[in-house]
């Protein structure tokens, strides 16, 4: 599956997934935000690795994608 990701480079994934990780706010306290993980195919034989996007980012940027 091909993506764009928040930077509008395209990308070739095997897959995406919700995630949610805590992250601190202003104010230091934790807080849940939603993020898509993606596994990126990387060109020229150089292996796998996974991205971490917003999920509403990811969204606006990948509209017809389904997570």
């Known amino acids: 599956m091909r993506i ?3 930077n509008g480079k395209k990308r ?3 897959s995406i997934k919700k995630m949610v990780h805590q992250v601190p706010d202003k ?3 934790m807080i849940d ?3 898509a993980e993606a ?3 990387g060109r020229y ?3 796998t690795w996974k991205e971490w996007y917003p999920l509403e980012k990811f969204k606006e940027m990948n509209p017809k ?3």
């Open 4 to 6: 764009i990701d928040v």
């Open 39 to 41: 596994v990126i195919n």
């Open 45 to 47: 034989r150089k292996g």
């Open 65 to 67: 994608v389904k997570i």
């Open 12 to 14: 070739d994934v095997e």
């Open 33 to 35: 935000e939603e993020y």
């Open 27 to 29: 104010d230091g306290n």
